[in-house]
């Protein structure tokens, strides 16, 4: 890896972050605070949040084996796939690598931060070419995008020809694990002390059931995560969100039983749709949600809109020519999906 001065954008390397009341005030046990122009009344909501949400990273540092420092907490992963462009992509002049297809929200944000983007294929069963990827590089990108569980095609990709990425690239490696909590595949997050430009994404949006409250992470080294804290919002994790995060975290046995019982009704849905004539292909899937190719995934989506069912229709994205995307619902979802389908 470059030098990180060299990677992060000038004006960020140099800034001076904004210093809350809160981070001015440490040490001392301290009661009357009247530093923060704060209203006394109505606890606890009128005061700011930590803007570190030390309380909830000392849980998620136990939970996921990686220490608190190298913990970034955001509005969403969205936050988190956000900061990096405006940390480390200088706006007309830098540009990004991703996989191709992935998560839209890579693009969009290269596209609201000006910065090029760089679609590398997949190959004939979705799985990542490192040298394709490395290829499409030069001295101008900063970021490489991998998604594993991908999303829309569901499938993890090969770690070996990720870690040659992570090990080949002069610059930053983002891997998306939205889905990690799903797969049977070991999470990138056990490699952070190896590679210094590897950056993790997990989020409490999709196993943990909490895709309200807007709580996504980061896992990155010391260095990387500090420039994050110093580019974020102050306050960008508000309190309920704090709160309802410990508290879920307090009974982490709930989530485990909600994907042993997503992973059962994935297998019984998928054996389903291979009896259905209008269905050509299921894609190997590592997620809460599977990617079949249908005969005409247009009409079927239309068909299953008007009877109140909704799944997301793929059928525009690259390699992904008449496929629709199907979350695993409830069993009683389910089996709703099939009945109308069985009838189309
Ligand atoms: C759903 C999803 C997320 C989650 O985003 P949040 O902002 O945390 O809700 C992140 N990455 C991928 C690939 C996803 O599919």
Redesign the pocket.
Known sequence: MKPLEQLVRPNIWRLAPYSSARDEYSGKEAHVFLDANENPYNSPYNRYPDPLQRELKARIAQLKGVPADMIFLG???????DLPYRIFCEPGVDNVVAIEP??G?YRVCADINNVEYRPVLLDEHYQLRADRLLAAADEKTKIIWI?SP??PTGNALNPEEIEKVVKGFQGIVII?E??GDFSAQKSFRSELAKYSNLIV?N????AWGL?AI???MAFASPDIIAIYNKVKYPYNVNLLTQLLALEALKDPFEVDKWIKLLLGERIRLIAAFRDLPICEEIYPTDANFFLARMTDAQAIYDYLVNRGIIVRNRTRIQLCNNCLRITIGTKSENNELLAALRQY
Do not use: P, Q, V
């Open positions: 509005n969403g992963s969205d936050e988190a796939i992935t998560y929200m998604c991908n999303n998306d939205a889905y994404l989020t409490f949006s999709k895709a807007r709580l996504g």
